[in-house]
């Protein structure tokens, strides 16, 4: 998880993350060096399995790489962008997949291309920005209506498939950590603590 806004816990929206945060393989990253070693770690393990891959041998199971405020990344670690560009590029081949949500899609605040952002294979929209959802959700900006959006509404795009209203079932945090707490610690598949 890469967020630079991070907080186990915010005591003023309630979200809880402990649960979630307890079944990482690797710690959050928050702070721009924490940032470029995780998404570091994960361009390795891209190479490393592209080399498995060519040898015949399995990869390893799926790992997912989840962000969240992709302008901020970009300021704080503009490397981790291209290393992001080359894990979405190549990465479901051997999986390696990620999970990104941002209040822009735009490349002059994100860095990359539009080419890398079209890698998104599946995009939700839950409002605000029009202009990076028209990018994402491949459909006129002024066909997009904000009005209905929100509280379990979004509008979304699956590789292949016209974007399409869709209800987003909503989870509680006390629901979250019933689904995900172990009696046991998570471990590393990359070797990391």
């Known amino acids: ?3 630079p806004h991070y ?3 915010d005591p003023v929206s309630g979200e809880d993350w402990r649960a979630i945060e307890a079944r990482l393989m690797l710690p ?8 470029k070693r995780t998404v570091g770690s994960f361009a390795k393990e891209l190479e490393r399995r592209l080399e498995a891959r060519r040898a ?9 790489l989840a962000f969240d405020e992709l302008p901020v990344i970009a300021r704080l670690a ?3 962008i291209e290393q992001l560009a080359c894990i979405l590029r190549e990465g479901r081949k051997v999986g390696l997949y990620t999970i990104g949500a941002t209040q822009s899609m735009l490349v002059k605040e994100v860095g990359g291309s539009s080419a890398i952002r079209d890698q998104y294979r599946t995009a939700f929209y839950v ?3 029009r202009k990076s959802a028209a990018a994402l959700l491949d459909i006129p900006e002024r066909q997009i209506d904000d009005s209905v959006l929100g509280g379990g509404i979004a509008l979304v795009r699956a590789a292949g498939q016209p974007t399409q209203l869709v209800r987003i079932p909503l ?9 995900l707490l172990t009696p046991t610690a998570p471990t590393s598949y990359l070797g990391e603590p």
């Not at 989870?171 to 689904?179: G, M, V, Y």
Request: no cysteine.
């Open 56 to 64: 015949g041998k399995q990869v390893g199971p799926a790992l997912f």
């Open 28 to 35: 959050p990253a928050y702070k721009p060096h924490e940032i």
């Open 7 to 9: 907080a186990a816990f």
């Open 1 to 3: 998880l890469v967020d």
């Open 127 to 129: 409002g605000g920005d």
């Open 171 to 179: 989870a509680t945090n006390e629901s979250i950590a019933q689904l």
């Open 78 to 80: 503009p490397e981790a």
